[in-house]
């Protein structure tokens, strides 16, 4: 059983350009959740999606981030006129049903603005 | 309302010594409460969690936590360092109730390192 898939592993853009970062949960999990590490700082909440709908996006910013599970295929993190505060770690972690089950984490994308 | 502290940023242990991390949290519902690990450039790995079960959560590599209500901790013990265990590690909340806010608090993390 594969775990937590994400891609790329590495994404560098130039300030102004599009990103767009790929998690596929593990096989049965239709729970997927999505955070950003600073540097030398811990994780935070981004969003809470199931498939086709977002359950709680409060942690994501107003303006340029966008996320979505669709029926098929992966979740996408879509970032619009990447700055260079949008360098960071961005995690993927997936889980069976919501509240208190233990959420498993991919690899993460490492996104370098320039 | 839910949130972790990890007083200690950096913690250095010799290899073969005893090793805590120590982890305050502060939450409205009776939490769960994980610890996972990020070794350098690598996602994060559950070592333990705790739902409200036994106070005492044993997890891989030889760790454990032990829940304590009163003093609102839940740190993080080994009885003896590996090298391997260098790493970074957080401490997690999340609320145990069933709902719409699932989403993990996590602490700044404590960097663990290990001298031979």
């Known amino acids: 059983n594969a775990g937590v898939m994400q891609n790329p592993r590495h994404l560098v853009r130039r300030r102004g350009q599009e990103a767009r970062l790929r998690c596929s949960p593990m096989?049965?999990?239709?729970?997927v959740y999505w955070y950003r590490q600073l540097p030398e700082e811990g994780l935070k909440f981004m969003v809470y999606?199931?498939?086709?709908?977002?359950?709680?996006e409060s942690g994501m910013p107003k303006e340029r981030f966008s996320a979505e599970f669709p029926k098929e295929g992966p979740s996408i993190l879509r970032i619009q006129q990447v700055v260079r505060g949008d360098s960071a770690a961005y995690f993927c972690?997936?889980?069976?049903?919501?509240?208190?089950?233990?959420?498993?984490f991919g690899p993460g994308t490492r996104l370098t603005v320039l | 309302a839910q949130s972790v502290t990890q007083l200690d940023s950096h913690v250095s242990v010799s290899e073969g010594t005893p090793v805590l991390l120590r982890c305050n949290y502060s939450?409205?519902?009776?939490?769960?409460l994980f610890w996972y690990v990020q070794h350098p450039n690598k996602g994060l790995q559950l070592l333990l969690k705790?739902?409200?079960?036994?106070?005492l959560v044993k997890g891989i590599n030889g760790f454990e936590a032990e829940f304590k209500k009163s003093e609102t901790s839940f740190h993080l013990t080994k009885p003896s360092a590996h090298m391997s265990d260098a790493a970074e590690y957080f401490c997690v909340v999340s609320p145990s109730i069933t709902g719409a806010n699932s989403k993990l608090t996590f602490g700044k993390g404590i960097t663990l390192s290990v001298r031979p």
């Open positions: 972690a997936s889980s069976p049903r919501r509240a208190a089950d233990t959420q498993y």
């Open positions: 999606l199931q498939k086709e709908n977002i359950i709680d």
């Open positions: 705790y739902t409200s079960a036994a106070t």
């Open positions: 096989k049965g999990h239709s729970h």
């Open positions: 939450s409205s519902y009776s939490p769960s």
